[in-house]
């Protein structure tokens, strides 16, 4: 592997104090003490409503609430909302058939649609993406949890094909949206993690490579529906080596993914 050695500490120290700085108050670090809201509660006005044991059609019918019962809504995953009856029962219905239902003033329910800028509705996403590591063709994956309406914190895993040897590496990723309410959202990245290298044997022998990385980066997501967004974005890693010097690579992805 060719490792382009260059200067870019001042860029990583600017983007940690940054993101750091506008988290120290993130919500998750609050409790709030105040009781809960009332959840909303609807009535059945068709003949029946049928539930299903998760957020899909693929699951199969659990139960079925017939007209005149009511339902408390609890949450939403995309197109399917949590509820639960006087019983203690719960499971999951189909938004189409929430809008057919009743407020307590005997109006037709209305929803707003789940947004991509509505954290709650997307507190895991995970994706595949494709680009170059230092000029060699790198295939990743992902997956990532939101802590808050801003931040995230990601799992990736790599393969670099380089025609020497064969690499793979793995990283932990904090991510920080600061326009998650834009349908093209920026985004800001650091991390660490390890590379290993392991030469092809056709070639001269050498030893394996095992060694610690961090990186900071910059993207660009753009939300095409509701659960799937497209994914740009450019990393800046530095290795560090056993040997004199420390090395350095910029890579660059592009790719799809989902939220759930």
Known sequence: ????????????????????????????WWQDDSPPAPQPQVQVA????????????????????????????????????????DAGR????????????????????QLEAPRFDD?????????????EFDSTAVNAGYAGYWLTEQLSVELWGSQILGSASEILMANVNLLH??????????????????????????????????DSTAHVGLGLRYYVTERYFLRMEVKDYKVFTSRESNEEATEWKIGLSVFF
Not at 51 to 75: D, K, N
Request: charged letters at 25%.
């Open 1 to 28: 592997m060719t490792v382009l050695v260059k200067h870019r500490g001042l860029l990583g120290l600017a983007l940690l104090l940054w993101v750091c700085s506008t988290h120290l108050r993130a919500d998750w």
């Open 46 to 85: 068709e003949p029946f409503t049928q539930w299903r044991s998760g957020p899909g059609s693929m699951y199969p019918v659990i139960h079925s609430s017939e007209r005149g019962e009511w339902l408390t809504l609890h949450s939403r995953k995309t197109s399917w909302i949590k509820v639960s009856d």
């Open 90 to 109: 719960e499971g999951w219905v189909h938004v189409d058939d929430v809008l057919l239902t009743k407020d307590g003033r005997g109006r037709l329910v």
């Open 119 to 131: 954290f709650r509705t997307r507190r895991w996403e995970a994706g595949l993406m494709m680009g």
């Open 177 to 210: 949206q600061p326009f998650s309410n834009w349908r093209v959202s920026p985004f800001f990245t650091l991390g660490f993690g390890h590379i290993f290298v392991k030469p092809k044997a056709t070639l001269a022998q050498s030893e394996d490579r095992d």
